[in-house]
């Protein structure tokens, strides 16, 4: 017998009101969250779930979507430039003034101070392939510097998010608004490693080659618990920020592939710098390392 609605148990559902026949099953901009956000954040998640519902249905109809080649193993798909343009047109609607930096669009200039830089769909070969593994990544920078970052999983409806000097936080179906921490691993032996295996092409970074990663690959493969490549960068990190990897590297990332998921990782108690140390500049170092506070040094030997 049918719970009278007053008795009826919550349903736990981030994001979202209890299901209701015929409603989109796509965060709405109205999620609540327990911990409190700026309206920036605000407004740079409503328009990453309006991007995320083009995903999803164009996810579900995976072998009629139009791709077409830019390099290869790097794949553009009609997804890509649809999510990207409901983005800006979006974030457009209350920062006319900003500038703006994504995958497929390029750049566009704007007050001189704030943009955004924006992947629609880090993952584009997964997603062609029907592997239920992309992400969007948004982030703003200000005055050069990266100040509020998010990166949301349309599948597992996992949004990650953060502010310069506010931490990192985490949303799920079965939590809102959990802080995230690295891990608090010590050994190379205990952790495991998140990386981005090179595509197809002579030149990975650093003036390196493929012998050259695979030649560092072979190290950290010996030396830690596991190695992983999921083939989306802005989730690796995220992933990092959450504890779920111990430390993440790659050569040749580009800056909307790793702008949120800085933020992230620094302000769940991280370290990226690139693989010899050095601080990472986005859009200028050639590699990325993320790390929990304490392996840094560790994986820098390993990968030197």
Known sequence: MALPPSNRPPVARVGRGPLIMGRERSGPPERKSLAPRSATITVMIRAAFAAAKLLKRDFGEVEQLQVSEKGPGDFVSRADIMAERTLRKELERTRPEYGFLGEEGGETKGD????WIADPLDGTTN???GVPHFAISLALERDGEVIAG??????SDELFWAEKGNGAFIDTPNARSRRLRVSGRKE???ALVGTGIPHLGPKIGEGGDHALYHAK???VSA???GVRRWGAAALDLAFVAAGRY???????????DVAAGILLVREAGGMTSDIAGAPYLLGTS?????TNAVLRDAMVEILA
């Open 150 to 155: 998010i990166v949301y999983q349309p599948i």
């Open 188 to 190: 190379p032996a205990r």
């Open 112 to 115: 001189g101070r704030n943009r």
């Open 286 to 290: 050639a590699s990325i390392l993320a």
């Open 246 to 256: 111990d430390a993440f590297f790659e050569y040749g990332p580009a800056p909307w």
């Open 223 to 225: 030396r830690t618990a």
């Open 127 to 129: 997603f062609l392939h």
């Open 217 to 219: 690959l072979a190290q």
